[in-house]
């Protein structure tokens, strides 16, 4: 539901100001979520057959780089999360449970 505040400024103007709920999850992304969703756009540059050679194996490349990177550090951290009982952490509000299935 959006609201919406109109303030008075002068007598000649009147602003209105969308008013959003920041506390709203639904406003954000996950971020491993996020991370896992650019990974499989560079995965598809790779598999793209109108892009020379040399550039689909830098995709590839950079593709095996970025995995390696998130089973090293982000999946690392939602072990720790789960290891010390966290429910929910960020904005998103998704279990880290939820962030990996």
Do not use: C
């Not at 689909?56 to 095996?64: S, W």
């Not at 550090?73 to 998704?94: E, F, M, N, P, Y």
């Amino acid at each position: 539901m959006l609201n919406f505040a109109i303030i008075h400024y002068t007598n000649h103007y009147i602003g209105l100001f969308l008013m959003v709920n920041l506390k709203n999850p639904n406003l954000y992304n996950n971020r491993e979520l996020s991370w896992l969703q650019f990974n499989t756009r560079v995965l598809k540059q790779a598999q793209d057959e109108s892009l020379p050679l040399l550039e689909r194996l830098k995709f590839l490349a950079i593709y095996g780089t970025n995995l390696d990177e998130f089973y090293m550090i982000r999946v690392d951290r939602i072990k720790k999360l789960l290891q010390q009982g966290i429910i929910v952490s960020g904005a998103d509000k998704l279990t880290p449970l939820a962030a990996t299935s």
